[in-house]
């Protein structure tokens, strides 16, 4: 009966935790009782007796659980940031920086039809104000997407120091029940549940100790959690350095070691993935959209300072110098000369010759000249160069994205196959258990009434 009675239990267990997101179901082994010795040399059997209550786990398929969720935490993360740049550079009811730049060495293209004209001049004017005004758009649409990895790396660092917290103190509770002779197999479930859910934010890897305890690493950095012992992440805004991260953004330390910044060492899973992002993918694309405004404002200001305005006055900045390519997109606007008087737009190469187009004409055919990527590229094939890259490695994360969801949906078949919970075969669990236990009654209530047979002969 007590053996019926521990099924019925478990099954209940089973039942109720049938939705519990890393529940394994439990089952009870029995065996039977020592025998007692009967008359002669026999010996009689006592019934059966609950061993243990088993948790049914594969942690071959578990560890390809947790790194499947890694892989596809990662591409989860580089997709929501992938999306937000590529709204950055998107057309915006067709007005991009594509098309600006294009209207803006139209209007030069205007300004040398009719040099004279201060219409032409004043709608010039409002183009290159357009043109950098996207230009900042762009590069404040970037740092934005910088801050907001910023933000969600200080928020990942506090979850992983909770997890490691949590099988910190797993590892503690569990030692404590096995040694009293208990199954902790809740207890074992929450841990390793904890174990993926840290995973999918820092690559780490684990391993046990003789007692069983967990030994958490992140891999090429170090220990996380070491039987009792959970190491803290940390965070500090630092300087720029020389492997993309951004001035002024967040830095990853741990209590483990004291070499400094373990940044650049993340790899995989959330963080991992937002950093490569931060450092690499929007760097290189706040780098290349620096050097399209250096450029072209350069080679502008070149051209445009040879020509003479309608007073006759030359060597005239049209843009504001630029010292160098650091925060150029940022920097980029009209001189105050132009700004104050569209008249010092310089449009002809020599002084008081009206109808003398020759500056104009000459800055509008930077357009098709290749002043980027060492000679390689126009303005234009740069620009469309860096759209299309981030296309192309949002799809590719994509696609990869796609697959490792096929991957997961496998494994998690896989792993309901063993260690979920049938809610029809538990119900037909708890008859059988439900039948034994009336049978174990039954045993009782006929040796019962033996025993009172017995009795009312002897009084007999």
């Known amino acids: 009966m007590m053996a019926a009675q521990t099924a019925i239990a478990t099954s209940g267990h089973n039942i109720s935790n049938a939705n519990t997101e890393g529940y394994n179901r439990q089952r009870v082994e029995t065996t039977t009782a020592e025998p007692r010795k009967g008359p002669g040399n026999l010996f009689v059997g006592r019934g059966t007796q609950v061993s243990r209550v088993e948790r049914i786990n594969d942690n071959y398929l578990e560890k390809h659980i947790r790194d499947g969720a890694r892989d596809m935490a990662g591409f989860e993360e580089k997709d929501v940031m992938?999306?937000?740049?590529?709204?950055?550079?998107?057309?915006?009811?067709?007005?991009?920086?594509?098309?600006?730049?294009?209207?803006?060495?139209?209007?030069?293209?205007?300004?040398?039809?009719?040099?004279?004209?201060?219409?032409?001049?004043?709608?010039?004017?409002?183009a290159t104000n357009a043109l950098s005004n996207d230009f900042k758009r762009i590069r404040r649409g970037i740092t934005g997407i910088q801050e907001h990895i910023d933000n969600r790396i200080e928020g990942y660092s506090t979850q992983v120091n909770a997890f490691a917290e949590q099988i910190k103190d797993l590892n503690i509770k569990i030692k404590v029940l096995e040694q009293n002779g208990g199954s902790p197999n809740d207890l074992l479930d929450q841990r390793d549940e904890a174990l993926k859910n840290l995973s999918e934010l820092v690559n780490v890897s684990m391993h046990t100790d003789k007692e069983g305890s967990y030994i958490v690493n992140v891999r090429n950095i170090g220990p996380l959690v070491t039987g009792p012992v959970a190491?803290?992440?940390?965070?500090?805004?630092?300087?720029?350095?020389?492997?993309?991260?951004p001035e002024n953004s967040y830095d990853v330390r741990t209590s483990a070691t004291a070499a400094g910044p373990v940044t650049h060492f993340l790899r995989g899973a959330k963080m991992g993935s937002l950093l490569e992002i931060r450092d690499s993918t929007l760097s290189e694309a706040l780098n290349r959209?620096?050097?399209l405004a250096f450029t072209m404002g350069n080679a502008v200001n070149q051209v445009h300072?040879?020509?003479?305005?309608?007073?006759?006055?030359?060597?005239?900045?049209?843009?504001?110098?630029l010292t160098g390519k650091e925060r150029a997109a940022e920097l980029l606007q009209l001189s105050d000369e132009i700004v104050d008087n569209v008249n010092n737009i310089a449009a002809s190469g020599t002084p008081e010759s009206a109808g003398d187009n020759r500056v104009a004409v000459a800055i509008s055919g930077l357009q098709n000249l290749r002043l980027?990527?060492?000679?390689?590229?126009?303005?234009?094939?740069?620009?469309?160069?860096?759209?299309?890259?981030?296309?192309?490695?949002?799809?590719?994360?994509?696609?990869?994205?796609?697959?490792?969801?096929?991957?997961?949906?496998?494994l998690s078949k896989m792993r309901e196959q063993i260690s979920g919970v049938s809610l029809d075969e538990e119900t037909a669990n708890l008859m059988k258990y439900q039948h034994a236990f009336d049978a174990s009654a039954k045993v009782i209530a006929v040796a019962d009434e033996m025993l009172d047979t017995v009795l009312s002969l002897k009084r007999m």
């Not at 803290?232 to 350095?241: E, K, L, Q």
């Not at 060492?374 to 094939?381: H, K, L, M, S």
């Open 289 to 291: 959209l620096d050097n």
């Open 372 to 410: 980027l990527n060492e000679g390689r590229a126009t303005v234009d094939d740069f620009y469309n160069s860096m759209v299309s890259e981030v296309g192309v490695v949002r799809a590719k994360n994509g696609q990869a994205m796609k697959q490792q969801s096929s991957i997961m949906g496998q």
């Open 82 to 126: 992938l999306n937000q740049l590529e709204d950055v550079f998107n057309e915006l009811n067709g007005d991009g920086l594509n098309r600006l730049v294009a209207r803006f060495f139209n209007e030069f293209r205007k300004l040398s039809n009719d040099p004279d004209s201060e219409a032409v001049r004043q709608s010039l004017r409002e």
């Open 305 to 321: 300072a040879q020509g003479f305005t309608r007073s006759g006055a030359t060597g005239v900045a049209y843009f504001k110098p």
């Open 231 to 245: 190491e803290r992440f940390s965070v500090m805004r630092t300087p720029a350095d020389d492997q993309g991260k």
